[in-house]
């Protein structure tokens, strides 16, 4: 719907960015870390490994006075577990606590809330090697033991924590690291039981504190008006989106997924305890990072068998993982526009997807990821002209401001990234940042920060409350 008239963004709108511990810190075995899977997973030929980062653990000052510059009013970053507990459980490493809190306390000198994500992809590897992490329930206990330290340390200062970042990408385009899809599932339920029970210690621990969940939710196109690609969209809703959040909300589990699991003999077991404690987790809001509605088609069980051969022969990784045989195929949607690097650009999928969540949830929202990852060039000048970036940013904003007038409570924008980072699995070329670093795959050159003509941009709309976003 067209509105002659839109709502300006609540008082108080969280302006920001994001990043996360592994991707920008660096310092990898420095004081006392240990490694993460992320920090041993091979990364592809060509691109840099996490080792050095962009070095924000020692230039966190310098990072933070660029953002307050801009007039961020938060900034999401993530806590590394295997920083503060390098054996993953037991003793606390003492210079890990104390710099997350000269991290928090230079937030909080600017005026900058620190929205704090407790664990992004980096479970500590001696927890990976010692019980295969997280199919196993002792890693409930090790991580919820890491976050009360975290909520016993910072909840003083930090009004708002997620709980895991993007819980469903790491299940479903990296859960074969946990074996068959029998353990798959296993592996999930594990977290959202350590999820709920992180939140009930965040609650008991710091009650002036909130805390949400942090996954990666985006509405689903069917392919087709047919009538089985439609019901093929709702199933993958489930499987993608309501899986994460049902859970975390209702503390239930989508009711045909759950049927669908059943008669494949993968269902996870869920005791009466466990259930329990689902209900008692309560998120007091939802984070989730958005970046371009998905689009599926049906396809049988003997079609998507046919499909996943195919693409295991033609070493298509990604088709063959996103196929579910007798549930959903995802397509690319001939009709959203991509970025070089054939990720989606979709701000009316993002109001979409913030109309369903609230109107399923009826929970504040907080856009915790939304960006624009492509090379940047620094001119000889030593500007960086990213219109394409300030473009895609202003458009998804807009889409922000008419979901605020359709009714939606969302309290904060926080773009993926504040500055550049190493991508998951693009290197540093793949650039998101508004500050540019001054480095290669290969060449750390002098890791300089300069200001993008984005930053520029994004400082008149912090500064104007989304008023101005020309
Ligand atoms: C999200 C992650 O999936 O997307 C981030 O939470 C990630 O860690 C971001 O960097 C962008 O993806 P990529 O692969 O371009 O780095």
Redesign the pocket.
């Known amino acids: 719907m067209d509105y002659k008239n839109l709502k300006p963004f609540p008082e108080g709108f969280l302006w920001g960015a994001?990043s996360?511990a592994y991707?920008c810190e660096g310092a990898c075995e420095e004081d006392g870390k240990t490694l993460s899977v992320s920090d041993t997973a091979p990364v592809p030929e060509g691109t840099t490994d996490f080792r050095v980062a962009i070095d924000h653990y020692h230039r966190f000052r310098e990072d933070i006075a660029l953002m307050a510059e801009m007039g961020f009013k938060e900034f999401r970053f993530s806590i590394a577990w295997p920083r503060i507990i390098p054996q993953g459980a037991g003793e606390v490493n003492e210079v890990a606590v104390k710099h997350y809190h000269e991290v928090i306390d230079e937030c909080l000198k600017y005026g900058i809330e620190p929205v704090v994500t407790l664990y992004?992809?980096d479970l500590p590897q001696v927890l990976q090697d010692k019980y295969h992490g997280w199919t196993d329930r002792q890693c409930i206990e090790d991580f919820v033991e890491y976050c009360k330290v975290c909520f016993r340390e910072y909840g003083k200062k930090v009004k708002y924590f997620l709980t895991i970042?993007?819980q469903n990408?790491m299940v479903l385009y990296q859960g074969h690291m946990y074996g068959d899809e029998k353990a798959v599932w296993l592996a999930n339920h594990n977290m959202l039981v350590a999820q709920a029970k992180a939140m009930i210690a965040c609650h008991e621990i710091c009650p002036s504190a909130k805390i949400g969940p942090?996954p990666?939710i985006t509405a689903i196109y069917p392919a087709s008006s047919s009538p089985a690609d439609n019901l093929a969209a709702m199933d993958w809703d489930q499987m993608r989106n309501r899986l994460f959040l049902d859970t975390a909300v209702f503390g239930e589990y989508p009711e045909a997924l759950m049927n669908w699991w059943k008669d494949r003999g993968v269902a996870p077991e869920v005791s009466e305890e466990d259930k329990a404690i689902l209900k008692a987790g309560n998120p007091d809001f939802i984070a989730f990072?958005y970046?371009g509605a998905g689009c599926v088609k049906y396809v049988s069980t003997e079609e998507g068998e046919k499909l996943k051969a195919e693409a295991k022969e033609k070493k298509d990784f990604m088709t063959g993982l996103m196929t579910y045989p007798g549930l959903c195929a995802a397509v690319k949607n001939p009709l959203q526009e991509q970025t070089s690097?054939g990720?989606g650009i979709d701000p009316i999928g993002l109001r979409v997807t913030l109309r369903q969540l609230w109107e399923r949830y009826h929970l504040p929202l907080l856009i915790t990821?939304n960006?624009c990852?492509v090379p940047d060039k620094l001119e000889e000048d030593g500007t960086i002209h990213d219109d394409y970036r300030i473009d895609y940013l202003r458009k998804h904003i807009i889409a922000c401001r008419e979901a605020i007038t359709d009714g939606v409570d969302l309290m904060g924008y926080s773009p993926?990234?504040a500055f550049d980072?190493?991508?998951?699995?693009?290197g540093i070329t793949?650039r998101?940042g508004f500050i540019y670093v001054n480095r290669d795959e290969f060449d750390l050159k002098d890791m300089k920060r300069i200001r993008k003509d984005s930053f520029f941009w994004y400082k008149k709309v912090c500064e104007s409350n989304g008023e101005i976003l020309d």
């Open positions: 994001s996360s991707q992004h992809f970042n993007e990408m942090a990666n990072n970046y690097y990720m990821e960006g990852g993926w990234s980072l190493i991508s998951t699995h693009q793949k998101y």
